[in-house]
């Protein structure tokens, strides 16, 4: 199978896996989405990711290693994942 997602840098057969099941199927999708979202539909859906695969989408999306992330830039991943949590309207 030819998997799109497999072929951006940080994500695997399982983190692709995910993201199909959340409806994300290309970098399109991805990128139209967004780190945080994608990650928040990942585990809202149940899957038990790691923040690795919150570092690991942004990395795909930036075409870096996951550890290549700064930590201020992690940090501003992790507040905006904190900031309007899904079900709040404010």
Do not use: C
């Not at 399982?14 to 999708?29: E, K, R, Y």
């Amino acid at each position: 199978m030819n998997d799109e997602l497999q072929h951006l840098k940080n994500l695997g057969k399982t983190s692709a896996q995910w993201l199909h099941a959340v409806g994300i199927h290309t970098g399109a999708d991805l990128r139209r989405v967004g780190a945080v979202a994608a990650y928040r539909a990942v585990r809202a859906r149940g899957f038990r990711a790691s923040k690795v695969l919150l570092y690991a989408i942004e990395g795909a999306l930036l075409d870096v290693h996951w550890n290549q992330l700064s930590a201020a830039h992690k940090a501003e991943l992790n507040d905006r994942l904190a900031a309007n949590p899904p079900g709040n309207k404010s």
